[in-house]
């Protein structure tokens, strides 16, 4: 129990110090690395757990039953044998230390359009395009207000 407590305030303090722009300075413990309490919080979670190889944390951003629930779980832990495995390379090649900025935020008929800048940080290839450490990709993702927090619907 004592190493399970320990490993949970080990997990809030990398999301503290991990944390997407709109948490840096924040002095409290609750910005976790799973945190849906807003869409620039969802977004910032599953792209720090999806960079880290945190599968399954990554994959609870996601609304369950939804779009892409069960789509990211298999790109996330994809082998290099699977066509998904150029996503998982891409999301890997994050750079969970870097500000995370959303660029927009759009209400539609699917739910809350989120747009958001990572940055890269090794460089990858995916569909013959080359892509250098240091670059920047906008992401963006539907997303739901749920009694649990903002979740992840298409990606």
């Not at 407590?5 to 110090?17: C, N, Q």
């Not at 944390?57 to 994809?78: H, N, R």
């Not at 891409?90 to 359009?113: C, I, N, Q």
Request: glycine content about 8%; aromatic content about 10%; proline content about 4%.
């Amino acid at each position: 129990m004592n190493r399970i407590l320990f490993y949970l305030m080990g997990l809030a303090l990398l999301g503290t110090v991990l944390g997407c722009e709109h948490f840096r300075g924040r002095e409290d413990a609750s910005a976790e690395l799973l945190d849906l309490s807003s869409p620039e919080a969802t977004v910032c979670s599953f792209t720090r757990a999806a960079a880290q190889g945190e599968s399954d944390l990554a994959q609870a951003c996601f609304l369950p039953g939804g779009i892409d629930y069960d789509d990211i779980k298999e790109t996330l832990t994809a082998e290099p044998s699977s066509p998904r495995y150029p996503g998982k390379v891409m999301m890997e090649s994050v750079d969970a230390k870097a500000p995370m900025k959303v660029l927009s935020k759009k209400e539609t008929e699917y739910g809350l359009k989120v747009v958001w800048q990572v940055t890269f940080a090794k460089g990858f290839e995916i569909e013959g395009q080359k892509i250098e450490a240091g670059s920047t990709y906008d992401f963006d993702a539907t997303l739901k207000k749920t009694e649990n927090g903002w979740m992840i619907d298409n990606f």
